[in-house]
């Protein structure tokens, strides 16, 4: 596949830096908590392993999933022990994943710094993984209310269920769309899913504000997942502060490259197919280019504003309050920089 220059330098700049924290102040209190708790599980374990687990859990994450944890338990009534506990046991199970990703992927840095696979190698990451995946669904047995064990132990299988769905479809040029955004929900929705519902479930609220919110996390987390995608595609490491590029190379099929295949026929779609199998740096290069000139980022924009909008509808329909506010406009803000990029 030629390569593009003029287009290579007109890719869109997707960046790391999406205007989150700001709305995050109105739960700082209980993020710092939250950070305090997390840091803390290393002492929970082995002396010998205490050191892999600090260093594991020793980030300077967005924590998102908390902040939507603790925001929308005070939309539906306040933020209780419970909740903290929650949010902690919820980011433990995603540190755990990304870990298990940094092996598949052979990532080498993450937020900034060496990922566990890069210092220890693979053989350790997964188990360390495993261990901090078992460590959360541990903390959440205390829960008395069984309800919150079983969900987020759904929530976890459907994690690993959709990071195997995306793996066993890795260079598999019939998956569609449709397909795509089954994998997106299972392996990312489905924490952002369970923190929104979970915190209205703790405050007794009736199945259809808990589904609510079910609903709005679920879209919060698909629409963050494209942008996620897009950023692998059309990012930089040093904005990112993560290992880009590595979904391409590994055959991980993204929306807005799904959007352009049907679009290809003959020769065209013969030279993409070997781009995809068996393509170089500058052969991925002008496969971004021609994905940005076909209108696959568009596109890509185009169907996380729909979940964002989906989001904002969902709230909208129960009474209005200031962290109810608070996460539309996260939905709305996260929009606008989408937008941006058109």
């Known amino acids: 596949m030629p390569h593009s220059p003029k287009l290579t330098s007109h890719l869109p700049q997707f960046t790391r830096k999406l205007a989150f924290k700001a709305y995050f102040e109105q739960v700082r209190d209980g993020l710092q908590q939250v950070e305090t708790r997390i840091r803390q599980q290393a002492d929970f374990f082995d002396p010998g392993i205490h050191g892999y687990i600090e260093y594991a859990t020793d980030t300077n ?171 692998d595609l059309f990012g930089s490491e040093d904005g990112s502060g993560k290992t880009l590029g590595t979904d391409l190379k590994k055959g991980k099929l993204t929306l807005p490259l799904l959007h352009v295949l049907p679009q290809l026929d003959g020769q065209r779609l013969a030279a993409v197919s070997e781009t995809i199998l068996h393509g170089n740096d500058e052969d991925r290069a002008a496969l971004k280019s021609l994905v940005v000139e076909m209108g696959g980022h568009l596109y890509a924009v185009r169907k996380a504003q729909e979940y964002l909008d989906r989001a904002v509808r969902m709230l909208e329909a129960l009474s209005a309050n200031d962290y109810a506010d608070t996460l539309k406009s996260i939905a709305r803000t996260f929009g606008g920089e989408l937008n941006a990029l058109r």
């Open 61 to 231: 994450g967005k924590r998102i999933r908390p902040a939507l944890t603790l925001l929308a338990a005070r939309a539906t009534g306040g933020c209780a022990a419970e909740h903290i506990d929650l949010a902690v046991i919820v980011e433990l199970i995603h540190m755990a994943s990304l870990i298990h990703d940094d092996v598949l992927d052979n990532a080498q840095l993450r937020r900034a710094k060496p990922t566990v696979n890069c210092k220890w190698g693979a053989e350790l990451s997964v188990l360390l993984g495993d261990c901090l995946f078992a460590h959360a669904l541990k903390l959440c047995s205390r829960f008395s209310d069984n309800t919150i064990c079983r969900l987020v132990a759904d929530a976890a299988n459907e994690v690993c269920m959709g990071e195997i769905l995306q793996t066993q479809r890795r260079f598999d040029l019939k998956l569609t769309p449709a397909d795509y955004f089954k994998i997106v929900s299972m392996k990312t929705g489905a924490l952002f899913r369970v923190s929104t519902e979970l915190a209205a479930h703790l405050n007794r609220q009736s199945p259809l504000t808990v589904e609510t919110y079910r609903v709005y996390g679920d879209s919060i987390g698909v629409a963050y997942q494209i942008y996620d995608d897009c950023l």
